[in-house]
């Protein structure tokens, strides 16, 4: 019944920028650069990125693991909010829904890239950390914040290993919550477990704040790091769990873990890093439609 609309925002190593398809265009016939390297410090790729709930700023972080440097980026003038830091870094961030704060992670600084790590929040108009919030010695990566902010969920990964935030492993899921915004958040509780020889990352909070879509590999038996470090896994499926998960089992999402009409009979796709359209769409005057990436 409704119209597919909003932005598609991704990168690409091609250009090494942050591209955008508008769905609602009729006159678009390519996608459009958004935030390139020379919008940073002139040569560093420009990769991962999170847009603000109402569309009107990005934040976005240059030279990726080990790097991580803040670029915030309006998007309607097409210029630098606060460019680049290097005294305080991020990954992976994720916007309350006023567009009033971000939150993200770093864990590339710490030595030998072990140990917990907690989640960073920062002031969504000059990009300065505001503080961070305790998680008890987790080591936190992925942070998702719902659109009613009630709830951050994250990869809970394993503290002993090194990795980057960009391919951390032996994880699961976790998430904190509060009462309102006014509230302190909670203690860590569990969203999906760990599991040997699997490793779940990514969670992605609906619109409807009330599921998570999140990615789960597994890891073959004397298999490399690689095949399963959350970064182009070739088993990466997706899958999702009621939040707050009660007593529920994770279910896979089977059409969307399905093979194409190009990949034959191919079911290792390499199906990560769902992001949902922010919009909750009607398919008839009874059903609603999500979209996801």
């Known amino acids: 019944k409704d119209d597919v609309r909003g932005g598609l925002y991704y990168w690409t190593t091609t250009l090494k920028s942050i591209m955008r398809w508008d769905f609602a265009s009729t006159t678009q016939t390519a996608a459009e650069t958004v935030v390139s390297p020379a919008d940073g410090d002139g040569t560093t790729c420009v990769g991962c990125h999170a847009l603000s709930r109402d569309g009107s700023r990005m934040v976005a972080t240059l030279g990726g693991q080990s790097d991580g440097r803040i670029l915030l980026w309006d998007v309607a003038k097409k210029a630098a909010m606060a460019k680049p830091f290097s005294q305080q870094r991020s990954q992976f961030e994720s916007w309350n829904a006023t567009g009033t704060a971000f939150v993200g992670v770093y864990t590339d600084d710490h030595p030998n890239k072990r140990g917990p790590s907690n989640l960073l929040l920062f002031d969504g108009l000059t990009a300065l950390m505001m503080g961070q919030i305790d998680l008890g010695g987790l080591r936190a990566d992925h942070p998702d914040w719902s659109r009613d902010e009630r709830r951050i969920a994250f990869t809970s990964v394993d503290t002993a290993g090194s990795y980057t935030d960009q391919k951390p492993q032996k994880s699961g899921l976790a998430y904190i919550e509060r009462a309102d915004a006014a509230s302190p958040w909670s203690a860590p509780m569990t969203l999906v477990p760990y599991a040997p020889g699997k490793n779940r990352y990514y969670p992605a909070i609906a619109p409807t704040n009330d599921f998570v879509v999140f990615n789960e590999s597994t890891c073959p038996a004397g298999g490399s790091n690689d095949e399963c ?20 089992q994770p279910t896979p999402l ?3 873990n399905a093979p194409g009409v190009a990949d034959g009979n191919n079911t290792v796709l390499t199906n990560t890093y769902a992001k949902l359209s922010p919009f909750v769409f009607q398919r008839d005057e009874t059903h609603q439609v999500l979209w996801a990436t």
């Open 229 to 248: 470090d959350a970064d182009t896994d070739p088993t990466a499926a997706l899958w999702s769990i009621p939040l707050p998960p009660g007593s529920a």
């Open 254 to 256: 089977a059409a969307a």
